[in-house]
């Protein structure tokens, strides 16, 4: 998989900023989203090749936003690596079960984040 855009949503500016300067600066063209909607309508428009969605958002959160890109012909393969705050086995396997193609907790590493890339473009 050839991976060039990716979105990255956080409604945590600081987050959202972090983890966008990573994937930037890896060589990689990034678009943000600040809520679970703002992202569904972003990826739709936008066609990313990946996204990193924060899970716990006001509104739409991480999970719901997941399941609506997973169930929309347009936006159903675009894959979804959730970075949260969130550290239970549970989540994780939420996660999964919403279509999430990987799960990173927070605080991210540089290295985490760019493993994932890696084994998607592996595919």
């Known amino acids: 998989m ?5 979105l990255v949503v956080d409604d945590s500016e600081a987050d959202l900023g972090y983890i966008q300067t990573i994937v930037k600066d890896a060589g990689y ?3 943000t989203a600040v809520s679970g909607s703002e992202a569904i309508r972003i ?3 936008q066609k990313p090749d990946l ?23 347009e936006t159903k393969d675009i894959p979804v690596i959730f970075v949260s705050s969130k550290n239970q086995k549970a989540d994780r396997i939420w996660a999964e ?19 994932q890339i890696e084994s998607l473009k592996s595919k």
């Open 2 to 6: 050839d991976i060039k855009k990716v």
């Open 29 to 31: 063209e990034t678009i």
């Open 43 to 45: 990826a739709k428009s």
């Open 51 to 73: 996204i990193f969605m924060d899970i716990i958002m006001d509104g739409t959160d991480g999970y719901e936003a997941c399941r609506t890109l997973h169930r929309d012909p």
């Open 97 to 115: 079960l919403q279509g999430g193609k990987g799960y990173v907790t927070k605080p991210a590493e540089p290295d985490q984040l760019m493993d």
